[in-house]
């Protein structure tokens, strides 16, 4: 089975940067959409963005102008650049991608098994 591997999370202070990677273990067949969730305690999971086929992208208002998401369609990779972080950016962040592996088979979502950011002085 696909499974999505996040990578880059981890402390950084305000107003800094981290990257996050997220590598598809097997190259899909087809991918629609891949793109980053986050959680943070006591909350539900948000889009943070996400990047659609022929590239087009989506952001949450809370992270327009700071964050830019990209993907690599040969390698199934989707990486999120974070700038000016804040405290309140801080959560799990979990890649997400829906596709199919095979043209057998049907589309499907996948989830990563999150990466912890957490910005603080």
């Known amino acids: 089975q696909v499974q999505l591997v996040e990578s880059g999370g981890g402390l950084v202070q305000p107003g800094g940067s981290l990257r996050l990677s997220c590598a598809a273990s097997e190259r899909f067949f087809s991918i629609n959409i891949m793109g980053w969730y986050r959680q943070a305690p006591g909350n539900q999971r948000e889009l943070v963005a996400r990047?659609?086929?022929?590239?087009?992208?989506v952001y949450a208002d809370s992270v327009k102008g700071r964050f830019t998401i990209s993907r690599d369609n040969y390698k199934n990779t989707v990486y999120l650049q974070m700038s000016s972080l804040k405290p309140e950016d801080t959560a799990v962040y979990y890649c997400h991608a829906v596709g199919a592996t095979t043209a057998m088979l049907p589309t499907r979502e996948y989830w990563g098994q999150g990466t912890q950011v957490t910005v603080s002085s």
């Open positions: 990047i659609i086929n022929g590239g087009s992208t």
